[in-house]
Structures are given as C-alpha cells and as structure tokens.
C-alpha cells in the first residue's frame, strides 16, 4: 500500500494568512493526488485532482502543486470558511489511500 | 445534480453483518464515467477507502476489509450496496458513500459525497 503522510497534524492561522500543507507519499506517485476539505460534521468535499487541478466551483485561492512523492496544498489569504480539516489521496494505485488530516484552526 | 443518500441500521452487535445502501437521485448509476465506492471515518479519525463498484459489478476492494466485504449494484432501484460481515467495535464509523469519475485527470477521486450514516457496533 502507498503511504500518505501529511504535515503538520494541525496548523494555526489568522484570517489572510497563507497556509501551506505538505503531503508526501511513500513511493512516486507521479501527479496522482487529490486535496479534499472536511468541516466538522460533513462529508469532504473535493478541492484538487491531479496535484494541481482545481475541481469546478473551488475558490482560487486554493491552489495544489508537486510531483513524484511531494506535494502541497496552499490557501492563499486564509477565509473564515476555510478553517476545516485537510486531507490528501493517491489516486495511483489500489488501495486508495489517505493522508491522516492537518486540522487548520483560528489563531 | 447527482445526490447520494446512505440508509443503514445505526446500532449493530458484535459478529452481525452490516448492510448499507446508497440511493442516487439526480442521475444514473447506470454508467461507464464512474465507479461508486464506500469510504469510512472512525469518530475523530481519518478516511479509510472500503471499495468500490462500476454499473457492470467490476469490484475493487480494500485488501485490509476484503475477506469480509461485498458490493452490489442494483440498476432497478438506482443503488449500490455494502455488506461487511463479522462486525467488531472496530467497525465503528461513519460510513460515506460516494461517486468516483473515470476520467484522465480524475479518475478514482470522490467528487460527490453522501452526508454518511453512522454505524455503531457495540455488545
């Protein structure tokens, strides 16, 4: 199985701040991930396939890069709406597989 | 817009078997351009990937669950289903299912989610 290993866990930030959330997997994965958003009590929503593709209807601020077995998530001017969980997927191979979550909370 | 409704039992007891079914409204599973899958999240934890299913019954399963899961489709009810037999208190979570496009760029994400049911299997 491909291991996915975010950091930080958890990230504290104010409103405007850039936050940048790592992910990197345990072998090459080439641009195989995906970016998804989860508030508390809801299902993840889908924010960025492919590293760096932004699904329709996702603010701009939101942006994803890298490739091979790195790979970051990066919000721009930090929203009271974007304080949520964060996780990364490869999508690469069977089982698909999930980062553990870096919790964005208000400073 | 496609929407997706989990429906399941909510309390279980050890050794049980779970049945859960996703209902789609707003569009067809009967398609080759997606897969529908089963995810979970244990309380407080993180999204583990179950399995999925195409409108042809092609399954791809965990290889951690795989013993004890199956997935079905049902075309005349716009459904796809999960069992997952021998239940334990490790089971417990929200259950999520969801659609997965087989596109280039997108293929095997989850776009679209249903809000998920909450199985708890306790003695």
């Known amino acids: 199985d491909i291991q996915m290993t975010q950091s930080p866990s958890s990230v504290s930030a104010s409103v405007g701040d850039r936050v940048i959330i790592s992910c990197r997997a345990s072998?090459?994965?080439?641009?195989?991930v995906a970016w998804y958003q989860q508030k508390p009590g809801k299902a993840p929503q889908l924010l960025i396939f492919?590293?760096?593709s932004l699904q329709t209807g996702v603010p701009s601020r939101f942006s994803g890069s890298g490739s091979g077995t790195d790979f970051t998530l990066t919000i721009t001017s930090l929203q009271p709406e974007d304080f949520a969980t964060y996780y990364c997927?490869?999508?690469?191979?069977?089982?698909?597989?999930f980062g553990g979550g870096t919790k964005v909370a208000i400073k | 817009q496609l929407q997706l409704q989990e429906s399941g039992p909510g309390l279980m007891k050890p050794s049980e078997t779970l049945s859960l079914t996703c209902t789609a409204s707003?569009?067809?599973?009967?398609?080759?351009?997606?897969?529908w899958g089963w995810l979970r999240q244990p309380p407080g934890k993180g999204l583990e990937w179950i399995g999925s299913?195409?409108?042809?019954?092609?399954?791809y399963y965990n290889p951690s669950l795989k013993s004890r899961v199956t997935m079905a489709v049902d075309m005349s009810k716009n459904q796809f289903s999960l069992e997952l037999n021998s239940v334990t208190a490790a089971d417990t979570a929200l259950y999520h299912c969801?659609?997965?496009?087989?596109?280039?760029?997108?293929?095997?994400?989850?776009?679209?989610w249903g809000q998920g049911t909450m199985v708890t299997v306790s003695s």
């Open positions: 969801a659609r997965l496009p087989q596109g280039h760029t997108n293929r095997d994400v989850f776009d679209i």
């Open positions: 707003g569009g067809s599973i009967n398609t080759s351009r997606y897969y």
């Open positions: 299913i195409n409108y042809s019954g092609n399954t």
């Open positions: 072998q090459a994965i080439y641009s195989w």
């Open positions: 492919a590293a760096s």
């Open positions: 997927q490869q999508t690469i191979n069977f089982p698909l597989t």
